[in-house]
């Protein structure tokens, strides 16, 4: 059997090989909102994560490069929405941009974040903690309150090798 894998070394500072390695991992989709004394902002991210039920903690990672890094570091709420396979636009809008929140249905949440409509869950949270992570930063939030959508076939937007696209169970699970 002939070796598939690609072997790199992470210390080198071409960081495409491990970029490639992580983009293997399939995420979920979602957009992070703060409200900013300049308005509502949003970013979308794919670094989400659940982290404990009591209490209720989730954690995203955003760049420390992104010029919209420090709104979200130092905001006392978030929501975090995840996002359903028909919102690609959505997604692709706060991949490059903060504002723009006119172009979507959206509303002032329980903690004050800006709530994006039609998302498959939303999660209103408080800033639990902020850690350095190398060029990113870990924001962990508590949930104060959640919703989601009760269609529960309703497909989620997933991204994988820097593609969108959705999961297709295989029936032939053993």
Known sequence: MTDR????????????DLRRAFGRFATGVT???VQTPHGPLGMTANSFS????DPPLVLWSPGKSS???DAFAVAPHFAIHVLGADQQPLADHFAA????????NWSAG???APTLDGCLTTFH???FAVHPAGDHSVILGQVTHGA??????????????SRFGTFSADKRLV
């Open 148 to 161: 989601y959508n009760v269609d529960l076939n309703a497909p989620a937007l997933l991204f994988e090798q």
């Open 97 to 104: 941009n903060g504002d723009g929140f006119d172009l979507f």
């Open 5 to 16: 894998l690609h072997h790199f070394d992470p210390a080198t500072n071409d960081t495409a």
């Open 110 to 112: 329980p903690n004050g």
């Open 50 to 53: 659940s982290v404990s039920l």
């Open 67 to 69: 010029k919209r890094h």
């Open 125 to 127: 949270c408080d800033t």
């Open 31 to 33: 957009v992070v909102t």
